[in-house]
């Protein structure tokens, strides 16, 4: 249970620093870069919904 909730939460924080990343226009100038950030976003949210509905 514990190591579940670690996971969230790194999952939880690099989320919100990919989306920082995403949104600073000054990090990422090319949209196909910007395209690859978002999937992995996409991703990293699938994985805290697994981690969410398996506790």
């Avoid at 924080?13 to 978002?38: I, M, Q, R």
Wanted: proline residues 2%; without cysteine; negative net charge.
């Amino acid at each position: 249970m514990v190591a579940k909730l670690l996971e969230s939460i790194i999952i939880i924080g690099s989320t919100l620093l990919e989306l920082y990343l995403l949104w600073d226009p000054n990090f990422f100038n090319n949209e196909v870069v910007k395209l690859g950030a978002g999937g992995v976003v996409a991703l990293d949210i699938l994985a805290l919904l697994g981690i969410l509905i398996n506790i």
